[in-house]
């Protein structure tokens, strides 16, 4: 079973659509989660952390259910500049704030207009 | 405050030859991870170091592969004697030295090196 899995996408999507994205991770030592973005041949950008509590930036939702092992990210009214690579992210519990992180292989949104 | 810096952006070689990858984490930042990104794959976890010292290489080819982060200077990736299979982009990242926050575990990313390997 693979560390963080994601939908394998491609998602395809008009402008102002609402999508989700789910990803499940199997180490429940597991203690950081990330949503991270990767546009194509570009590095991966740090979209927002995720919370025990959710949390809200804007047009993006994030959820954890710890019990689950279960990450979700919701899109709002989706923009063009939307379209990239949705990457789910752990890092494991190794003491302290530091430690290597868990790439999922990443969901494919494109909006089309 | 400059992001995370790679050079170079674009790395040749052919089969048998070195390459040597260098990453400047940002500044203030003690912490430097290098990844790997094969073709169509997601990124993989290589090697974790702080100043003269590797905490973590579980990730890592035991041959061939080596990194450094010295006192002075950028890390360097190290691939001796490169083969086809290692042509991949290669990501650091770089995070702010631990005080005991949360907070304080987010990496940041460089642009990565293009390894093509002929």
């Known amino acids: 079973r693979k560390e963080v899995e994601q939908d394998p996408g491609p998602f395809n999507v008009p402008e102002g659509a609402t999508v989700a994205f789910n990803c499940t991770y199997s180490n429940s030592a597991s203690q950081s989660f990330f949503w991270y973005r990767q546009d194509c041949r570009k590095e991966p950008k740090l979209l927002m952390s995720?919370?025990?509590s959710g949390n809200e930036d804007g047009r993006f939702t994030a959820q954890l259910n710890r019990a689950s092992q279960y990450i979700s990210l919701l899109i709002r009214d989706s923009k063009l500049s939307d379209s990239a690579t949705y990457l789910c992210v752990v890092r494991l519990n190794y003491g302290g704030s530091q430690g290597n992180l868990i790439f999922g292989k990443g969901t494919k949104l494109s909006v089309k207009p | 405050n400059a992001g995370v810096m790679q050079n170079p952006r674009h790395l040749v070689r052919r089969r048998g030859q070195e390459a040597r990858l260098r990453c400047s984490p940002m500044k203030g930042h003690s912490h430097v991870y290098w990844y790997r990104q094969l073709p169509e794959e997601g990124l993989k976890f290589m090697v974790y170091l702080q100043k003269e010292n590797i905490i973590d290489e579980s990730g890592m080819p035991k041959e061939r592969f080596s990194a450094e982060f010295p006192k002075e200077g950028p890390s360097i990736l190290r691939i001796q004697q490169v083969v086809r299979g290692d042509s991949a982009a290669y990501f650091c990242?770089?995070?702010?030295?631990?005080?005991?926050?949360?907070?304080?575990?987010?990496?940041?990313f460089g642009p990565g090196t293009r390894l093509t390997v002929l």
């Open positions: 995720v919370y025990s």
């Open positions: 990242a770089s995070s702010p030295p631990e005080t005991g926050g949360w907070w304080t575990d987010t990496q940041y």
